[in-house]
């Protein structure tokens, strides 16, 4: 579903699977974030679809982290339709170190594809618009965070959701990392919709305030 201008979101809401949100990012370069699951890709195309948007124009995947619920149908969209995937640099390396190990856990194949392209913090032109990418450790190593002031948007991965944030105790986490991160987005200027890796969405400048007071609480 459109939910700002150029800006298309795709939570997951079954209580029966995990798979993470997703997001598209619309314009004259096409960005999908965070894919998720192979096996529910059929399930994330027929939203896309009857959006009006297409899986072909995609031209860059971008991993917020290596976690296979994010991250696992990448390949679909560099096989199937030509996309470059793409994370940052620190979390392509974890990703090839322990963050492979993630895979097997699930019981799923190690992904055929590959990173095509990684990416440091900083801005990220994108046809019409440029993002920034922050790189938010804590719940991996090489988390990104992705700021578009001009739609005062913040996607947050799983460093940060609605009243919660993520995960510290799986391999490449830390909790001194995750609280430092948080607070580097807490100072972002312009954010009046964040769109998490699962969960609900937050819209609206009081809410976003009122969720940095909240999770900030967890880390005193
Ligand atoms: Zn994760």
């Given at each position: 579903m459109q939910v700002a201008p150029s800006v298309y979101f795709y939570p997951f809401t079954s209580t029966g699977e995990n798979n993470c949100n997703t997001i598209i990012l619309d314009g004259p370069e096409k960005v999908l974030i965070d894919p998720g699951h192979k096996h529910l890709w059929p399930h994330l195309v027929r939203q896309i679809e009857a959006d009006g948007?297409?899986?072909?124009?995609?031209?860059v995947v971008l991993?917020?982290?290596?976690?296979p619920d994010h991250m696992e149908a990448g390949e679909i969209l560099e096989f199937d339709y030509g996309a470059t995937q793409a994370m940052s640099a620190a979390e392509a390396r974890f990703l090839q170190g322990p963050g492979q190990e993630f895979f097997p856990w699930m019981g799923l194949d190690f992904p055929r594809g590959s990173i095509g392209r990684t990416l440091e913090e900083g801005p990220l032109p994108l046809g019409d618009k440029t993002v920034y990418l922050y790189l938010c450790?804590?719940?991996?190593?090489?988390s990104l965070c992705l700021h578009w002031p001009e739609a005062k948007l913040l996607v947050t991965g799983d460093v940060l959701f609605a009243h919660s944030v993520g995960r510290t105790?799986?391999?490449?986490?830390s909790t001194p990392s995750l609280a430092a991160s948080i607070e580097r987005l807490a100072g972002l200027?312009?954010?009046?919709l964040i769109l998490p890796g699962h969960g609900p969405s937050l819209s609206g400048a009081a809410r976003v305030a009122e969720n940095f007071r909240a999770v900030r609480t967890f880390f005193n």
């Open positions: 948007l297409s899986p072909t124009d995609i031209s991993h917020t982290h290596c976690h450790p804590g719940h991996t190593p090489g105790d799986f391999p490449g986490g200027p312009e954010v009046e």
